[in-house]
């Protein structure tokens, strides 16, 4: 789980990253990246019930998600608001190959 710090929380914040952030990703997830003034880094985990309609399964895919970007946690620079957006259930995607989807989306996004 991250910091309190680290967490976007504010809706506000999120649609102007939304609306002015970088793209990266594709598929399985997207990335929305926007540099900010504050110095640490922030970010949210976005799954809609269009993936899937049964929160266990949601929460458990937010889990996933965030677990892979703390383990990736020390190659992201600071000063950014990030939102990444959970389009499909990756199902039984290693660990190893969600880390990889999350890893490229940065780079897309130009954030590494």
Same mark, same amino acid.
């Given at each position: 789980m991250f910091a309190t710090a680290n967490r976007l929380r504010s809706s506000r914040d999120i649609t102007r990253v939304y609306?002015?952030?970088?793209?990266?990703?594709g598929g399985v997830?997207?990335?929305?990246?926007?540099k900010s003034s504050l110095?640490?880094?922030r970010v949210v985990v976005v799954v809609g019930k269009k993936t899937d309609k049964r929160a266990v399964v949601r929460n458990r895919l937010r889990r996933r998600v965030i677990g892979a970007l703390e383990r990736l946690w020390d190659r992201v620079p &600071? *000063?950014? =608001?990030?939102v990444v957006t959970?389009?499909?259930n990756p199902g039984e995607?290693?660990? &190893? *190959?969600? =880390?990889?989807?999350?890893t490229r989306a940065l780079e897309r996004a130009g954030v590494q």
């Open positions: 609306r002015q952030g970088r793209y990266g990703g997830l997207s990335l929305k990246a926007r110095e640490a880094t &600071a *000063g950014y =608001d990030i959970v389009h499909e995607l290693p660990t &190893a *190959g969600l =880390d990889q989807l999350v």
